[in-house]
């Protein structure tokens, strides 16, 4: 079909389904133009305020290399002693490239005080917008599933995400991304300090649990090191992947009878 024969809505729906959801520059681009002279690596740093104004965040990330940001980011997470420090580090962080596509820093949701702390992949385009985890289809979804076993996000569960910012078009986060931003979800666990820890989908699985394969790792019970102590963790299917697959709601519902029987049995 030539491109005159479809209609721009189609287009949009087309793109919406393929997670182009953004348009994140207001002024168009010519990708035919000769590509620029690569910029030569330079030295990361964390940029104070001044620096980061004065600065286009685009460039702040991009000067910044993988490796030294994950240093940067434990030394920063290490210094935050409460979450709401933990939230302001993040803010100021400059290293995931992450935070210059994102409209917002999406660092929780629900009651850090819960003995219960969900752990999600990565924002998604609602939760871009308003800044809060698993607020879409998806959120609504695991709403649903805690309120099965008599949980609320208000009361007993603490929300997050492996990364904090929405990859561009819901991509799955790179290697190098999660490296990044693992001292703060790591730190973020800490400072909450749950009873229990329960790992939405593969990344977040493979990124804390360091297990792969979530429909092989889900629904058994691990021990995390929060740094402080040993509690019980255990990885489950994401919302996202049951809405697409709701026969496989049997299994995360097993999953929820299990971390039900944990939490009676504290
Ligand atoms: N999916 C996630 O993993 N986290 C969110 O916050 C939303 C969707």
Redesign the pocket.
């Known amino acids: 079909m030539s491109l005159d024969a479809v209609s721009a809505a189609e287009l949009i729906a087309w793109y919406a389904e393929m997670g182009v959801t953004e348009a994140l520059d207001e002024t168009p681009h010519d990708h035919f133009a000769a590509a620029p002279e690569p910029a030569r690596q330079p030295v990361a740093r964390l940029v104070s305020a001044p620096q980061q104004a004065a600065r286009r965040p685009v460039d702040a990330a991009a000067a910044t290399a993988p490796d030294e940001a994950a240093l940067s980011a434990r030394a920063l997470a290490r210094e935050a002693t409460t979450l709401d420090e933990l939230k302001t580090a993040l803010a100021s962080f400059e290293g995931c490239p992450l935070k210059a596509t994102a409209k917002n820093l999406?660092f929780s949701d629900g009651n850090p005080a819960g003995k219960i702390m969900v752990v999600?992949?990565?924002?998604?385009a609602?939760?871009d917008r308003t800044g809060l985890?698993?607020?879409?289809r998806?959120?609504q979804l695991l709403d649903r599933m805690l309120a099965a076993i008599g949980l609320t996000r208000q009361e007993h569960v603490y929300?997050a995400?492996?990364l904090p910012w929405r990859p561009p078009g819901n991509r799955t986060p790179t290697p190098q991304e999660v490296a990044i931003c693992l001292p703060f979800i790591q730190r973020q666990i800490e400072l909450a300090d749950p009873d229990i820890l329960i790992c939405?989908?593969g990344p977040?699985a493979q990124g804390l649990l360091g297990v792969s394969g979530i429909l092989a790792s889900r629904g058994r019970w691990m021990e995390y090191d929060t740094g402080r102590r040993m509690i019980r963790a255990i990885a489950t299917l994401?919302?996202?992947y049951l809405l697409r697959q709701p026969l496989q709601k049997r299994l995360a519902w097993r999953d929820l009878r299990a971390i039900k029987a944990a939490l009676d049995a504290l």
């Not at 985890?133 to 879409?136: D, I, N, Q, R, Y």
């Open positions: 999406v999600g992949e990565a924002p998604g609602d939760e985890p698993f607020v879409g998806s959120g929300i995400n492996l939405i989908g977040s994401h919302p996202a």
